[in-house]
């Protein structure tokens, strides 16, 4: 997921959820995400690009949160330093 704020410093182009696809999502304490819409974010990590579709959020506190989904598509491994 993306903030709203972040999307738009990014002058990514939001686009509203279809008909039938909209989703519940909740923050950690059980508040609900008001989710705006969705954007293609490209995500560069070590000179590697990995395109990601991501939820836009209202007033997220975090610039983005990576997801468990994007850790499995690319075999993400994080290691302990």
């Known amino acids: 997921v993306i ?3 972040s999307a738009q410093q990014l002058k990514l182009k939001i686009q509203p959820l279809t008909f039938g696809k ?9 508040s609900p995400l008001n989710i705006i819409g969705s954007v293609e974010l490209p995500i560069m ?15 997220l506190n975090e610039k983005f949160i990576i997801g468990e989904d994007f850790m499995r598509n690319y075999n993400v491994v ?4």
Do not use: M, T
């Open 3 to 5: 903030a709203e704020h």
């Open 78 to 81: 994080l290691l302990p330093s």
């Open 22 to 30: 909209s989703r519940n999502l909740f923050a950690a304490d059980g």
């Open 45 to 59: 990590i070590k000179g590697l690009f990995f395109p990601q579709k991501a939820l836009v959020i209202a007033n």
